[in-house]
């Protein structure tokens, strides 16, 4: 059986024969979300509007941040197009690498960075229709020492 919606009051709909143009896509980049206020007791029959901060907090070699994607439209709508957008790392610092289609991965020896590092694309029938450059904020720690190890082994200056 269909899942089905039973409404037991009249609804008002308009349909309207407007189009709306693709204005863009936006990038987001982040590696968590934070609950925005508390959220308070709602009747059995109420509704609760849930409100989420998205954070992007990236600090260590390791670290994952996910990328969504989303297609502006110019009525003010949107639409999730991450599954279909492809990702392109535009960083040339080696800072960052793809992690599946949807995340990147901090990469040994990454350098601090906030700047546009990603571009994305959609496209329909193998035409790229839009696209969109998502900002990456890495924030490395200073270096505080270095250890060095290998072998141990003596000799004067030109002897090898």
């Not at 709909?13 to 308070?40: H, M, R």
């Not at 509704?47 to 901060?53: D, G, N, S, T």
């Not at 670290?63 to 492809?86: K, L, P, Q």
Request: aromatic residues 4%.
């Amino acid at each position: 059986s269909n899942p089905a919606v039973d409404v037991s009051q009249a609804v008002a709909l308009e349909v309207s024969g407007a189009s709306a143009g693709l204005e863009g896509l936006t990038v987001v980049v982040y590696t968590g979300a934070d609950w925005v206020g508390t959220p308070a007791a709602a009747p059995l029959d109420g509704a609760l509007e849930p409100r989420l901060q998205l954070k992007s907090r990236i600090t260590a070699e390791g670290d994952v941040a996910h990328v969504a994607v989303y297609a502006e439209f110019s009525d003010g709508t949107w639409e999730d197009v991450t599954s279909e957008a492809e990702l392109t790392l535009t960083d040339e610092t080696g800072s960052l690498a793809l992690s599946g289609a949807t995340s990147v991965v901090v990469q040994p020896g990454a350098v601090s960075l906030c700047r546009p590092a990603l571009l994305a694309e959609w496209g329909v029938c193998n035409e790229t229709v839009a696209s969109g450059v998502g900002v990456v904020m890495i924030d490395m720690p200073e270096v505080v020492g270095v250890m060095l190890t290998g072998e141990h082994r003596i000799a004067k200056s030109g002897d090898g």
